[in-house]
């Protein structure tokens, strides 16, 4: 992982770590998973990689979003985004959380403070 004054630049390697910490967790939980939804841009990535992790297949048009979905995104920011499925008991995933973040995910990887997070898929 590397530095730069505000921006912190994500690897390859730290996303894969995270990705089977993540699957990690949701393996010891009680959540019973059985597909995945990836928020458009930062989620689809991850979302695949877990699907791949955990065997668990991504969430397609005409299925509903119920409890056993999991919600995947890079980062919980504001929280405003992940309220909307925290509020219908739906868990969530992300890589980095903030804790001024109205809601916390089910699960995550790293809290971060005010750095401004650059993921690998971000760079072009």
Request: glycine share 6%; hydrophobic share 40%; net charge negative.
């Amino acid at each position: 992982m590397e530095q730069n004054s505000n921006k912190r630049f994500i690897t390859w390697e730290y996303i894969d770590a995270a990705i089977d910490n993540i699957a990690a967790q949701i393996l010891s939980s009680d959540h019973q998973i059985k597909h995945v939804y990836g928020m458009p841009r930062g989620g689809l990535i991850p979302t695949v990689m877990l699907s791949h992790k955990l065997s668990i297949p991504l969430f397609t048009p005409g299925m509903v979003i119920s409890s056993t979905t999991l919600v995947v995104d890079d980062i919980c920011d504001s929280g405003t985004t992940m309220y909307n499925y925290w509020k219908y008991g739906i868990p969530f995933a992300t890589i980095h959380t903030k804790l001024t973040a109205s809601v916390q995910p089910t699960f995550f990887y790293e809290v971060v403070g005010d750095d401004w997070i650059v993921y690998p898929w971000e760079r072009a």
